[in-house]
Nanobody, 122 residues
Framework: QAQLVESGGGLVQPGGSLRLSCVAS????????MGWYRQAPGKQRELVASITSGGSTNYAISAKGRFTISRDNGENTMYLQMNSLKPEDTAVYYC????????????????WGQGTQVTVSS
């Protein structure tokens, strides 16, 4: 039933790379600001990176220079390329959209995916 579905998480060694994907199922987000958030055990959910409908990006300091957020509106997919991963990147990563359009109707609210686990460990 979730409109946003994340994939691409897994277990990697420090210094490794992963690419996360977020697909809007049955919805479109071309007009949405999108973001990747993460939540580690015992921690607050935090913004990792965001991207506007026009492609402007913003990154958390911890992600800057290592992560790249992008979107393909034609494929209705958002990506997070993560390089030089560190153990502190370990978290559940969530996709977020500030609005979704379904059957021609745009709903202005925050939508969240179910999350995908990223574990960075030796």
């Amino acid at each position: 039933q979730a409109q946003l579905v994340e994939s691409g998480g897994g277990l990697v060694q420090p210094g490794g790379s992963l690419r996360l994907s977020c697909v809007a199922s049955g919805s479109i987000f071309s007009g949405s600001t999108m973001g990747w958030y993460r939540q580690a055990p015992g921690k607050q959910r935090e913004l990792v990176a965001s991207i506007t409908s026009g492609g402007s990006t913003n990154y958390a300091i911890s992600a800057k220079g290592r992560f790249t957020i992008s979107r393909d509106n034609g494929e209705n997919t958002m990506y997070l390329q993560m390089n030089s991963l560190k153990p502190e990147d370990t978290a559940v990563y969530y996709c977020n959209a500030d609005r979704l359009t379904m059957r021609g109707v745009t709903y202005y609210r925050n939508y969240w995916g179910q999350g995908t686990q990223v574990t960075v460990s030796s």
